[in-house]
T-cell receptor, first 111, second 110 residues
């Protein structure tokens, strides 16, 4: 059974700093990995999707990497802003695009 | 585009009552899903559908039922509400390009 872990559960950093969020998964036979953002009381917003053939995906200040062999992905946020405060979830598919989610990292950017 | 629309946004049910959570998408996606999210936990898959007329159980299907009569609609039915079903429910649809989530239904069973 696929298990997805995100450490730390919570992270606080001063505005302007670069930061890295971590995601690990137990079954490396995945065909993609997704990162989502969830604001309090809201739904999930897709940030980045990395196909298994890719090592990185970039969108603005966000960069996600994928290392299937080690079962790890990272989400790098450059020049953090207070608006980046949210919970960040990673997810990997298991059969027919169903997703297994990590429990998330709650990020707080301190102005 | 509206994307994935869920109704209602909030609901309080008494134990033993029933209700249907509505979900509709206008993107012509074949794959649709229902997840629940408990406080401090990740999302757990309740049911999913790969197309109209086809549904299947996810990780936590007990106490729920679904139907998929059209591509657009994927309602989730709770027949006998229990306190353990207090949660936030998310509907989603997907293609190979990724997932789109609804804004969620916060359900409290008292």
């Amino acid at each position: 059974k696929q298990e997805v872990t995100q450490i730390p559960a919570a992270l606080s950093v001063p505005e302007g700093e670069n930061l890295v969020l971590n995601c690990s998964f137990t079954d490396s036979a995945i065909y993609n990995l997704q990162w989502f953002r969830q604001d309090p009381g809201k739904g999930l917003t897709s940030l980045l999707l990395i196909q298994s053939s890719q090592r990185e995906q970039t969108s603005g200040r966000l960069n996600a990497s994928l290392d299937k062999s080690s079962g790890r992905s990272t989400l790098y946020i450059a020049a953090s802003q207070p608006g980046d405060s949210a919970t960040y979830l990673c997810a990997v598919p298991f059969g027919n695009e169903k997703l297994t989610f990590g429990t998330g990292t709650r990020l707080t950017i301190i102005p | 585009n509206a994307g994935v629309t869920q109704t209602p946004k909030f609901r309080i049910l008494k134990i033993g009552q029933s209700m249907t959570l509505q979900c509709t998408q206008d993107m012509n996606h074949n794959y649709m899903y229902w997840y629940r999210q408990d406080p401090g936990m990740g999302l757990k898959l309740i049911y999913y559908s790969v197309g109209a007329g086809i549904t299947d159980k996810g990780e936590v299907p007990n106490g729920y039922n679904v139907s998929r009569s059209t591509t657009e609609d994927f309602p989730l039915r709770l027949e006998l509400a229990a306190p353990s079903q207090t949660s936030v429910y998310f509907c989603a649809s997907s293609t190979t390009e990724g997932y789109t989530f609804g804004s969620g239904t916060r359900l409290t069973v008292v």
